[in-house]
């Protein structure tokens, strides 16, 4: 098996117990995503039960999409 190792670690700054899904939000980490080049991004369960997560799970898959 393969190792996993990260190329990419980010901090947004984004705000704690205040994440929500927007569309600036997506563009910046869709952004980040292009820069990084990553073929394989992980994320929060959007079945979690911390409000935080489901809404970064939300707002990850959305920017997935974006950068494409």
Same mark, same amino acid.
């Given at each position: 098996?393969?190792?996993l190792?990260?190329?990419? %670690? %980010?901090?947004?700054?984004?705000?704690?117990?205040?994440? +929500?899904?927007?569309r600036?939000?997506?563009?910046?980490?869709?952004?980040c995503?292009?820069?990084?080049?990553?073929?394989l991004?992980?994320?929060?369960? +959007?079945g979690?039960?911390?409000?935080?997560?489901? +809404?970064?799970?939300?707002?990850v898959? %959305?920017a997935?999409?974006?950068?494409?």
């Amino acid at each position: 098996a393969r190792r996993l190792s990260p190329v990419c %670690a %980010a901090n947004l700054g984004l705000p704690h117990t205040a994440i +929500e899904d927007s569309r600036t939000l997506r563009r910046l980490l869709a952004a980040c995503i292009r820069r990084s080049q990553a073929s394989l991004l992980l994320g929060p369960d +959007e079945g979690d039960y911390h409000p935080d997560h489901v +809404e970064a799970a939300r707002l990850v898959a %959305a920017a997935w999409f974006l950068a494409g």
